[in-house]
């Protein structure tokens, strides 16, 4: 079948394109660099003609709250528009696990927003919820620094490598819609201060993790369970101390 994967040259977008031709599928990567821009609609009639399948793995350039918001929702919009003009039959978007339990949080607001449009469009959909990926993390201990100390909430914390995250995007494209969500996380369920704990030295990095409950996560404070999936997701197979083993931006 064909599948359009708008957000395609990106780190999960290249994965999925080439899992997808690898099992016989027709994978076009749609971005703005190969002449797609879903905020501007440019291109978006072209290549969806033909497809039967459209994933959004897309991302917002800037994570400013405002911006985050304009992005998902113009380019959610233009692309359900685009595809109900050419009667695409499947709508699959990655989202993030947690979205609901943390809405004060900007990106994640936007994300709940994208969902709802996908909802109530009347194409059939499947959204993939999943948690943080390992190619993340170094961004995200970047995020919590504050001179040499890095401050953490102790709460639960399950990240993924996008690899796992790809595959299992490409099975739910392939598949009937859900019209609904299902939820993917890592192998292991582990406290987020001693993650990174454990990151950091294994970096050789000098800067301390802090336990500190009140610890934001991008702008919010997360719960105990707020990352973390629930009851059925889908489960990936490679650890973190592997990944990391195996890949210069984890080292």
Known sequence: MKVVVVGGT????SKLVAKLGEHGHEAVAAAPSTGVNTLTGEGLAEVLEGAQVVVDVSNSPSFEPAAVME???TSTRNLLAAEAAAGVGHHVALS????ERMPDNGY??????????IEKSGIPFSLVHATQFFEFVRAIADAATDGDTVRIAPVQFQPIAGEEVAQAV???????????????GG????????????????????????SDPQ??????VPGERTLVPGEGAVVGTIRYRDWAGQNAAGK
């Not at 990106?10 to 977008?13: E, P, S, T």
């Not at 994640?108 to 709802?116: R, T």
């Not at 610890?215 to 919010?220: I, K, N, Q």
């Open 10 to 13: 990106g780190l999960i977008g």
């Open 71 to 73: 992005f998902f929702e």
């Open 96 to 99: 993030v696990v947690g979205t």
């Open 108 to 117: 994640f607001a936007a994300k709940i927003v994208q969902e709802q449009l």
């Open 170 to 184: 490409g099975r739910v494209a392939v598949g009937q819609p859900l019209n609904g969500r299902v939820e993917v």
């Open 187 to 210: 192998p292991e369920n582990v406290r987020m201060d001693e993650f990174f704990r454990d990151a950091l030295a294994a970096w050789g990095d000098p800067r301390t993790v802090v």
């Open 215 to 220: 610890a934001g996560y991008y702008g919010s």
